[in-house]
């Protein structure tokens, strides 16, 4: 049978206290939404339609960017949010001739799994029923709406929390807000639905009522892990959902063969990739899409963003590595900043306090201290010595520096770009370099001279 998912994400959240709406909310590196669409895909739907209403166009723009599946992606806008009805009935334009299942899931709910998904799927095929809720229990259901079950264990209502007895406020089975429905008796019984609650709002809830009245079937499936349907109401949340996934991802690299010392302190994203025998000390977090290869050592508080790391590379102590890639062997750190595309080739080292800002440092070079190296292009076997500075800016654009293979610039130089140090030269401590250095030359003095010929 064929299956459209609807997934509800139009409210701003007002419990998160936020300008941001609440499905463009980060946890392990991700925005929720994503985690709900990934979900959903589980499915193979035919179509996945997004209710949209609090900054819809942001909402469309990151789900569009990361939409690559067979299935269509559409849009429904919920233009003001009156409850979880009126958002599934703001979607019933695009379903008017549609004939099959539709799995409502809300779009902060983002640790819901995919075999739990297709469970929910199943019990609702082969019981040929109208609608089937997604339920669980939970320690303190205070809040949340009750699953009233009949004698021999079927459906009989949901009471919210605010309109049960002190008998039905004991129930600890709950609903999850996930369901599937028969698409035609949904929107049949859509029309139906009527406010009555202080908020004047239009409740999902009342559709399996109404399906009972109308003698359809509806049924349940309780799923036993609870942290799977947690939903996002508040900042709070936010953070427990965030420790469960970052604790299983640490979980799945340690059983894969990487050595993470402390997890509770060790902050993976999701698209995180570690190779086998690396080595990650306690406070370390790597963000975004960074891979690090096979036996590399992270030390204690280092944060890397979006990098590419080779094999056998070491990153020192609270070294901060954004958007830039290094190869085999390198060295890093400690307290070093490599920023904006650098590339450092294999065997480079790059010591304490030294600045990489978009860079290509040459295979073997080494800049052990205090220094800024930026716009520049470094060759092989270079050595820099502490202080050095490429002075890249002129007050209205960047200019590159160029360092041929084997020179070695002294202590306290200061390259003024453009310039180019040829290879083999070298200049002396304090340099002010304002003109090109040819190869194997010395250059020294303020401003730099050539002196003589190496």
Same mark, same amino acid.
């Given at each position: 049978?064929?299956?459209?998912?609807?997934?509800?994400?139009?409210?701003?959240?007002?419990?998160?206290?936020?300008?941001?709406?609440?499905?463009?909310?980060?946890?392990?590196?991700?925005?929720l939404i994503r985690y709900v669409y990934e979900?959903?895909?589980? @499915?193979?739907?035919?179509?996945?339609?997004?209710?949209?209403?609090?900054?819809?166009?942001?909402v469309k723009a990151y789900l569009n960017g990361?939409?690559?599946?067979?299935?269509?992606?559409?849009?429904?806008? !919920?233009?003001?949010?009156?409850?979880?009805?009126? %958002?599934?009935?703001?979607?019933?334009?695009?379903?008017?001739?549609?004939?099959? +299942?539709?799995?409502?899931?809300?779009?902060?709910?983002?640790?819901?799994?995919?075999?739990?998904?297709?469970?929910?799927?199943?019990?609702?095929?082969?019981?040929?029923?109208?609608?089937?809720?997604?339920?669980?229990?939970?320690?303190?259901?205070?809040?949340?709406?009750?699953?009233?079950?009949?004698?021999?264990?079927?459906?009989?209502?949901?009471?919210?929390?605010?309109? %049960?007895?002190?008998?039905?406020?004991?129930?600890?089975?709950?609903?999850?807000?996930?369901?599937?429905?028969?698409?035609? +008796?949904?929107?049949? @019984?859509?029309?139906?639905?009527?406010?009555?609650?202080? !908020?004047?709002?239009?409740?999902?809830? =009342?559709?399996?009522? @109404?399906?009972?009245?109308?003698?359809?079937?509806?049924?349940?499936?309780?799923?036993?892990?609870?942290?799977?349907?947690?939903?996002?109401?508040?900042?709070?949340?936010?953070?427990?959902? =965030?420790?469960?996934?970052?604790?299983?991802?640490?979980?799945?690299?340690?059983?894969?063969?990487?050595?993470?010392?402390?997890?509770?302190?060790?902050?993976?994203?999701?698209?995180?990739?570690?190779?086998?025998?690396?080595?990650?000390?306690?406070?370390?977090?790597?963000?975004?899409?960074?891979?690090?290869? !096979? =036996?590399?050592?992270?030390?204690?508080?280092?944060?890397?963003?979006?990098?590419?790391?080779?094999?056998?590379?070491?990153?020192?102590?609270?070294?901060?590595?954004?958007?830039?890639?290094?190869?085999?062997?390198?060295?890093?750190?400690?307290?070093?900043?490599?920023?904006?595309?650098?590339?450092?080739?294999?065997?480079?080292?790059?010591?304490?306090?030294?600045?990489?800002?978009?860079?290509?440092?040459?295979?073997?070079?080494?800049?052990?201290?205090?220094?800024?190296?930026?716009?520049?292009?470094?060759?092989?076997?270079?050595?820099?010595?502490?202080?050095?500075?490429?002075?890249?800016?002129?007050?209205?654009?960047?200019?590159?520096t160029i360092i041929g293979d084997g020179a070695?610039?002294?202590?306290?130089?200061?390259?003024?770009?453009?310039?180019?140090?040829?290879?083999?030269?070298?200049?002396?401590?304090?340099?002010?370099?304002?003109?090109?250095?040819?190869?194997?030359?010395?250059?020294?003095?303020?401003?730099?001279?050539?002196?003589?010929?190496?």
């Amino acid at each position: 049978m064929s299956t459209v998912v609807l997934i509800l994400a139009a409210g701003l959240g007002t419990r998160m206290k936020s300008k941001l709406a609440k499905v463009l909310h980060h946890i392990a590196g991700r925005p929720l939404i994503r985690y709900v669409y990934e979900a959903a895909l589980s @499915l193979f739907p035919e179509r996945i339609i997004v209710v949209v209403g609090h900054q819809a166009e942001d909402v469309k723009a990151y789900l569009n960017g990361i939409h690559n599946s067979s299935c269509s992606l559409e849009f429904a806008l !919920q233009s003001v949010q009156r409850g979880t009805a009126d %958002a599934v009935a703001a979607a019933k334009p695009l379903l008017v001739n549609y004939d099959g +299942i539709v799995a409502v899931l809300s779009g902060d709910v983002p640790l819901l799994s995919p075999p739990t998904l297709n469970e929910l799927k199943r019990t609702h095929m082969e019981n040929a029923a109208a609608a089937t809720i997604l339920s669980t229990e939970v320690k303190d259901p205070t809040g949340y709406g009750r699953i009233i079950r009949n004698q021999d264990g079927s459906f009989c209502k949901i009471v919210e929390h605010r309109d %049960a007895t002190e008998l039905e406020l004991g129930i600890r089975e709950i609903n999850t807000g996930i369901y599937c429905f028969d698409s035609k +008796i949904l929107f049949e @019984l859509l029309d139906a639905v009527t406010p009555q609650n202080a !908020q004047n709002e239009l409740y999902l809830t =009342d559709i399996p009522k @109404l399906a009972l009245a109308t003698g359809r079937r509806v049924c349940l499936l309780k799923t036993p892990n609870s942290q799977e349907v947690l939903g996002i109401n508040d900042r709070s949340d936010l953070v427990t959902a =965030d420790r469960i996934l970052r604790m299983d991802k640490c979980h799945k690299l340690l059983l894969a063969g990487v050595t993470i010392l402390n997890p509770e302190t060790t902050y993976i994203d999701l698209d995180v990739t570690v190779g086998q025998d690396s080595y990650i000390y306690p406070g370390v977090r790597l963000e975004g899409k960074t891979i690090i290869g !096979q =036996d590399c050592t992270i030390g204690t508080g280092a944060r890397l963003t979006n990098c590419i790391l080779g094999n056998n590379v070491t990153v020192k102590d609270y070294s901060i590595i954004c958007d830039s890639t290094l190869d085999d062997g390198v060295s890093v750190g400690p307290f070093a900043h490599i920023r904006m595309g650098a590339h450092l080739q294999s065997g480079a080292a790059i010591g304490n306090f030294v600045e990489v800002k978009k860079s290509s440092i040459g295979k073997n070079t080494k800049a052990m201290h205090l220094s800024y190296l930026g716009d520049a292009t470094i060759g092989t076997g270079v050595n820099i010595g502490a202080g050095t500075i490429t002075c890249n800016y002129d007050g209205k654009q960047k200019h590159r520096t160029i360092i041929g293979d084997g020179a070695r610039i002294g202590s306290d130089t200061m390259l003024i770009a453009p310039v180019s140090v040829g290879k083999n030269a070298v200049t002396g401590a304090g340099s002010v370099v304002t003109r090109d250095i040819p190869e194997s030359s010395l250059a020294y003095g303020v401003p730099a001279e050539v002196k003589k010929q190496l």
